[in-house]
């Protein structure tokens, strides 16, 4: 396997839907948009435009939502400069494309059955093509499987791509971090930590990883590994921001380390408190920091005074995942819904929309596909991803495991991994588009 081939608001609209079209090639299928095309093959386009940029041409980013905060080496970590901007106020174009949210109507009546037929995953599945169950772990056209990695036991509760690095890290609840070469999809090692881990990120060449009462430092360039102490219980969660390392544990606390060049180790830099259960997701955006709880609250934190500055409450259940994404901030939780916030004239973050889901939802991670259109991904536990354009919420696709998808990453070249709670990896591909007849 070669991974390297591979409302309310203000006045501002972020999207632009593209002009008319010149010939059906470039046009978007009227039918398909309301959920009831027929036609196949269809000579109009089954897919939104690309929406243009300021300089009229398609916008490209690398991956993700937000810009890549990184250690410029292995002995700093410098400033974020983040394209979030919580003050600026925009419309609100979220959810015109019948996603299931709020105060819409139905949602489009399904064409494929939203289930993996059991026995086809067995291998002895009679019905063949005739079966009216899934024989694929996804549906949806413009991504792909490329390879499924075996190994974990439990659950993977992490997935890092260090920088500089030709490896891929994947951390499970089965205490170990295994090791993926990245040219033939082969496990080049296995790390035993002795402990449940929570949470795994890489930021540079740093990976870190989370374990009770401890969070783990390992620099691939150097092999330097350092044991940071501090947290009580279980770390769930970890970010970089403004050259800190933030970590979210059990007791509710956020505990920040700096890193010291001269002595080659981080140095304990602050504790944040507020949270009354434990912290299971954080998110940094411009001079923000966003901690999600098991207290279905949402804290938002300057990052220079670490002063809690709004805490957000619209959520009934476990904030379980928080994504900043442009101008807005993106939040999910065990009560079935996705929530996009953003801030009004006075500063503060408002909901100016709300997906509802029919089940709880995981954990949310966003990326741009092949046409650089961005896809916000959406692990829900019912053993599904869903795959949605933004700010629509059309559905473009869903992705199916044998247990709950509780890890998604965004690699390089179109490139995006899922784990699941079996411990299996997958490797999945945007397609480039091809050309419609």
């Not at 300021?54 to 400069?81: I, T």
């Not at 079966?131 to 390879?147: P, V």
């Not at 891929?168 to 930590?193: F, H, P, T």
Request: some cysteine.
């Amino acid at each position: 396997m070669d991974f390297d081939a591979a409302g309310r608001g203000g006045n501002k609209r972020v999207f632009q839907r593209l002009g008319a079209a010149t010939d059906k090639s470039q046009k978007v299928c009227y039918h398909w948009r309301a959920g009831r095309c027929n036609r196949y093959p269809c000579p109009y386009l089954h897919r939104e435009l690309t929406p243009l940029s300021s300089n009229g041409m398609a916008s490209k980013r690398s991956h993700g939502f937000h810009d890549d905060q990184s250690f410029s080496d292995s002995q700093s970590m410098p400033r974020k400069n983040p394209n979030f901007n919580p003050n600026l106020q925009l419309s609100s174009t979220w959810g015109r494309g019948h996603g299931g949210g709020v105060g819409l109507g139905p949602r489009v009546p399904r064409k494929t059955q939203d289930k993996v037929c059991n026995f086809w995953v067995a291998g002895n599945c009679s019905y063949g093509d005739k079966c009216k169950y899934l024989h694929s772990w996804s549906r949806g056209d413009g991504f792909l499987l490329l390879t499924q990695l075996e190994g974990h036991q439990k659950v993977v509760c992490g997935i890092a791509l260090p920088s500089g690095s030709d490896k891929m890290y994947s951390a499970s609840k089965d205490e170990s971090v295994r090791v993926w070469d990245c040219q033939s999809g082969q496990c080049a090692g296995v790390i035993n930590l002795g402990g449940e881990i929570g949470c795994m990120i890489s930021e540079g060449p740093w990976v870190f990883v989370g374990i009770p009462n401890t969070v783990k430092a390992w620099n691939t360039q150097n092999v330097t590994e350092l044991s940071l102490s501090g947290p009580v219980g279980q770390v769930y969660a970890l970010v970089v921001g403004n050259e800190m390392l933030f970590a979210g544990t059990q007791d509710g606390s956020i505990l920040a380390w700096k890193f010291n060049a001269e002595a080659n180790c981080f140095q304990p830099a602050a504790s944040l408190q507020g949270h009354t259960l434990a912290v299971v997701t954080l998110v940094v955006g411009a001079n923000r920091l966003y901690s999600g709880s098991m207290d279905n609250t949402i804290r938002v934190w300057d990052l220079v005074t670490l002063q809690c500055i709004q805490i957000l409450t619209d959520h009934s259940s476990v904030v379980m995942s928080v994504l900043c994404w442009d101008q807005f901030l993106l939040s999910c939780s065990l009560d079935q819904t996705i929530k996009v916030w953003v801030a009004t004239e006075n500063g503060n973050l408002e909901v100016t929309y709300t997906h509802s889901e029919e089940h709880g939802v995981l954990t949310l991670c966003g990326m741009h596909d092949a046409e650089a259109k961005p896809i916000l991904l959406c692990s829900c536990n019912d053993n599904s991803v869903r795959l949605y354009d933004l700010p629509s919420f059309n559905e473009r696709g869903r992705i199916f495991a044998k247990e709950e998808i509780r890890a998604i990453q965004v690699g390089p070249g179109g490139l995006f991994f899922t784990g699941d709670g079996t411990g299996q990896l997958k490797v999945w591909k945007w397609a480039e588009p091809t050309a419609t007849a």
